[in-house]
């Protein structure tokens, strides 16, 4: 079935750990995204690429970091973990970045930092 | 950045009609998106609106002003499966989608 992955479902982590949450679309979208879910403030965008290569910055990037070395794929590191990074985190992927294109979201990680 | 309302919280009986309510600020506008989104799971795509006026999807519509800066979802004939968050996005300028904090709307027996 096509669609988007995200690996791992949840997981807890020690502050001051590094960790990558990894994505996976088989849809061949050019875009990709990555926005973090809390309660009360929504879905914010962290990261995204408008295509394999680029990366840019989105509302809350900081602590974070990306790279887009295919089209398929689009990994979030977290470099040092903070308990402030406890979160919901969604990767999305759309056909163009630049274009009214929908988003499709993949079911999430669920990230507690202690 | 982006300024989107929506209030919290809603409630209403089954069968009955919900409409949800959202005003945005933006810099540059390139359409509005609904989006549900049940406890637990991904928001999925509702509906998009970029020209005034109405768009009709089965039970639900939208409808956008974007003079007024205002968008409504609707939701008709509700059942119980429509328990949900119901997200207003705005995508910018610049194609990115802002996110309004969401309404959570409950619906009774």
């Known amino acids: 079935i096509a669609g988007i992955t995200q690996a791992p479902t949840s997981q807890i982590l020690a502050a001051g750990r590094r960790m990558t949450l990894r994505c996976t679309q088989d849809m061949r979208h050019n875009a990709m995204y990555w926005y973090r879910q809390d309660l009360g403030l929504g879905l914010r965008l962290i990261h995204y690429s408008n295509t394999a290569g680029t990366t840019g910055k989105g509302e809350v990037p900081d602590g974070y970091s990306v790279s887009r070395a295919n089209t398929d794929d689009f990994p979030l590191t977290l470099a040092s973990a903070v308990p402030s990074q406890t979160s919901v985190y969604f990767c999305?992927?759309?056909?163009?970045?630049?274009?009214?294109?929908?988003?499709?979201f993949g079911p999430g990680t669920r990230l507690t930092v202690l | 950045g982006q300024n989107i309302d929506q209030p919290t919280e809603m409630t209403a009986t089954e069968g009955a009609i919900v409409q949800i309510n959202c005003t945005y600020q933006?810099?540059?506008?390139?359409?509005l998106f609904w989006y549900q989104q049940h406890a637990g799971e991904a928001p999925t795509f509702l509906s998009y609106?970029?020209?005034?006026g109405l768009e009709e999807k089965g039970r639900f519509s939208s409808f956008l002003s974007r003079s007024k800066g205002y968008i409504y979802l609707l939701l008709k004939e509700l059942q119980m499966k429509d328990s949900a968050s119901y997200l207003c996005a705005v995508r910018d300028g610049d194609y990115k989608l802002s996110f309004g904090a969401g309404t959570t709307v409950t619906v009774r027996a």
């Open positions: 933006t810099s540059g506008f390139n359409g």
């Open positions: 999305a992927s759309s056909e163009s970045g630049l274009a009214a294109d929908t988003q499709y």
């Open positions: 609106n970029v020209l005034d």
